[in-house]
């Protein structure tokens, strides 16, 4: 990022783009495997894209329109980071279906083309064709656009059909307004999965060669048999233990025969290259038995090489045909002769065929069993073996049900999960208020698609992109009616969601694009509650929008006079009396946004005036979640998010997650991300304790005396400070940050002066 404090407008630099560009191509160039190989040249790909858009000025990162040429609601492709490469989601080459669709049509295989075919009369009735029947995918937000014109003109809203026709003829050329075809329309929302069959199949199905595997397969099966058969060999030569002292009859014979099969196992058989290496026993036998067979004395150096290579073989498993070497080689033939990952990937993959696949399964045990009777014939993978966890965790992944039941099944692991399969259940409920069918189910696809639109990195306090603001979303806007039923229904799919996260995954921050539905539920509710996205340290701008301070307003009516905040020292009458600062402040000339400076000022007072770097810009934003509670106070109130399991038990869910995140950090040789993760789970921790009534805070702390004794010592040494301070807090005390104002310390993520919990690990450590 260019510029300082002073800058009237913040500019991002090139740094951290080239530095992305080459680890794609270094990665391209050197993993060992294809399809990381692949994924890496993409994304070099879109980092030299990127960073090619900057320097001829045909892209301005950091604003709602990054392309020049792309109005804002065009969703662009975007690379890890939020910044957009210059090309549209919905462009690039025909796909398969737009393809197919040209031939079919007799149409030129042209955007223009086709787009013109859909505004036909056979065009626009193969489109309400797919709006009554519902057999359509809207990828990206875009391929809702004519289906909507289509809608509109039967609703004889000829005008407004018109008027998103305008805005959409100038991109026609580019890019994809138009549907794809599906077999079947999208299944019940109330059941998710990560996901579809056809997915998880295709996933299986290219399951890579593990080469280490059968490298080691190949020597078991193929050059450890051939090493005993040469070893046996030589065994014929030796007399009182000395090898090569005679040469019985046929045995030249015999030995050239050896070599020639040699040549043939090392042409057919590449993989392991041991037997190749001059120093190794096998290649030692080997080049001996070509000097013999040639007819020549072997010199005193080879036959010392040979007799000690023999001895070592020999000593080590035993004469071959022993009781103890067969035993051995027994067991490796058996190891050797188990199906490969990749031929038991191919058999689930198969078994996966047989199901509809667009959509996911209620049951995925019949594909993950063990291989059975019936299918050992036509695979040659005995009956009885098991599948891989492995490739059981892939098929997993298809796994249909009701999101809670997902999440309590492991089948969604983490916070990130839940928020990419939120949307189809958010999708429906937010659009029940339109009353037709079909365009329900048309608002619901462009919502799911919109939801997949990765977010761009903004400066000047600009904001995303709204599906509100979508030319086609828009244009059927009037159309949506806004009741009780629906306003009901969406609120209480917001609790049900903040309770699934909070009992999932409690000890970890909500991310954004989770923020993103909920916020759109909360609209839909008509529930006006302010909830934050986590801000990027390396691009804070120094100051924080209206809703900020909304938000730590609204955590003072939940938690003053709390634990908690005692324990960050918050004075929540004073952010009560704040005001917010009118638009413009701070000299953001691109934005709206109202700022909170007294709130800005109050977080970096609280940080202690940091100043210079990223770690800086964490520190302010760390005291602006810890005022704000990062949306665990709106969760509560106004939405009423009220776990089943109890604050109690959430509160002990984030003291284990502090303990585990603890136990690693000695180990790491930076340890400063994971004190970050341990501090986010310390104080969600506090927060669900602060709920609690007084006997049960009694309760949790004499808990965590019991749950540290059962820890690794190294886990009690770096969890004490924090717990003395936390116990301090309890009986009344306070405790300040760097431990000078009472017993223990506070436990924050942040710092530019080094970490108490870094030190204290480096001496565990060492």
Request: charged share 25%.
């Amino acid at each position: 990022m260019n510029g300082n404090e002073d800058d009237t407008e913040v500019r991002v630099g090139t740094g951290y783009i080239t530095h992305q560009l080459a680890k794609a191509l270094e990665t391209a160039a050197s993993h060992e495997d294809a399809a990381a190989r692949k994924r890496a040249e993409e994304r070099g790909r879109k980092w030299h894209d990127v960073l090619a858009g900057m320097l001829d000025g045909t892209l301005a990162i950091g604003t709602r329109t990054p392309v020049t040429d792309l109005p804002e609601w065009v969703t662009p492709e975007v690379a890890h980071g939020g910044f957009a490469t210059g090309r549209a989601s919905a462009g690039g080459p025909l796909l398969p279906h737009e393809t197919e669709l040209a031939r079919r049509t007799g149409v030129p295989a042209e955007r223009g083309a086709l787009f013109a075919y859909h505004l036909s009369e056979p065009g626009l009735a193969e489109l309400n064709t797919l709006l009554d029947s519902g057999h359509y995918r809207v990828e990206a937000p875009e391929e809702a656009a004519l289906l909507t014109v289509a809608w509109l003109l039967r609703a004889g809203a000829r005008s407004r059909a018109l008027t998103l026709l305008e805005t959409l003829a100038p991109f026609s050329d580019r890019l994809r307004f138009a549907p794809r075809p599906a077999d079947a329309p999208e299944t019940d929302s109330a059941v998710v999965y990560r996901e579809t069959v056809g997915e998880v199949r295709s996933t299986v199905a290219a399951r890579p060669e593990n080469t280490r595997v059968e490298a080691m397969r190949e020597t078991l099966t193929v050059w450890n048999p051939f090493a005993d058969e040469i070893l046996s060999h030589w065994l014929e030569t030796a007399e009182n233990g000395r090898v090569a002292a005679r040469t019985p009859e046929g045995w030249q014979e015999r030995g050239a025969s050896l070599l020639e099969r040699y040549e043939t196992l090392a042409e057919q058989h590449t993989r392991c290259t041991k037997h190749r290496r001059p120093k190794e026993n096998i290649a030692i036998l080997r080049a001996a038995l070509a000097e013999a067979v040639a007819g020549r004395t072997l010199p005193p150096r080879q036959r010392g090489l040979l007799q000690h290579a023999v001895d070592s073989m020999v000593r080590r498993r035993g004469q071959p045909g022993s009781r103890a070497h067969s035993a051995l080689r027994a067991r490796q033939s058996a190891d050797g002769a188990r199906p490969s990952h990749r031929e038991l990937a191919r058999l689930v993959a198969g078994r996966l065929s047989g199901l509809p696949q667009q959509e996911g399964t209620p049951d995925t045990s019949p594909f993950v069993c063990p291989v059975t009777a019936d299918e050992e014939p036509g695979t040659g993978v005995p009956a009885g073996t098991e599948i891989p966890e492995a490739i059981q965790r892939v098929v997993g992944r298809a796994l249909s049900g009701p999101i809670d039941v997902l999440v309590e099944r492991g089948t969604i692991p983490s916070a990130e999960v839940l928020a990419a399969l939120v949307p189809r259940i958010a999708a429906t409920t937010t659009t029940a208020a339109y009353p037709d069918e079909a365009l329900s189910t048309l608002m619901a696809a462009t919502y799911r698609a919109f939801r997949n639109r990765r977010s761009l990195l903004l400066l000047n306090l600009e904001h995303q992109v709204r599906i509100g603001e979508l030319p086609w979303v828009r244009a059927v806007a009037d159309y949506r009616e806004d009741n009780d039923e629906a306003r009901e229904h969406a609120r209480a799919t917001l609790v049900r969601i903040g309770e699934i996260a909070l009992s999932g995954f409690p000890a970890t921050a909500l991310p954004n694009p989770l923020i993103s539905e909920l916020t759109a539920l909360a609209r839909a509710a008509r529930i006006d509650v302010p909830l934050l996205e986590e801000l990027a340290a390396d691009i804070f701008m120094g100051t924080f929008s209206a809703k900020f301070l909304k938000a730590a307003k609204l955590a003072a009516h939940v938690l003053d006079g709390t634990l908690y905040a005692r324990y960050y020292g918050i004075d929540y009458p004073a952010i009560l009396a704040m005001s917010a600062e009118a638009p413009g402040s701070r000299d953001l000339p691109r934005s709206n946004a109202r700022t909170a400076e007294s709130f800005a000022d109050l977080c970096r007072a609280r940080a202690g005036h940091p100043r210079g770097n990223v770690a800086a810009n964490g520190m302010v934003i760390e005291q602006a979640q810890i005022l704000t509670t990062h949306n665990l106070a709106a969760l509560v109130h106004p939405i009423g998010v009220s776990p089943n399991a109890g604050w109690p038990r959430l509160a002990r869910h984030c003291f284990g997650a502090v303990c585990r995140i603890a136990e690693r950090v000695p180990d790491l040789r930076d340890p400063l991300n994971a004190i970050k993760d341990a501090a986010y789970a310390w104080r969600h921790m506090l927060f669900y304790l602060s709920l609690c009534d007084p006997g049960a805070q009694e309760s949790f702390l004499a808990w965590t005396d019991e749950e540290v004794r059962d820890q690794p010592a190294r886990v009690a040494a770096l969890l004490a400070p924090a717990l003395a301070g936390l116990r301090h807090v309890a009986a009344g005390g306070h405790v300040g940050s760097d431990g000078t104002d009472g017993p223990g310390r506070r436990l924050l993520g942040w710092s530019t002066t080094g970490h108490w919990m870094r030190d204290l690990s480096m001496s565990l450590g060492a």
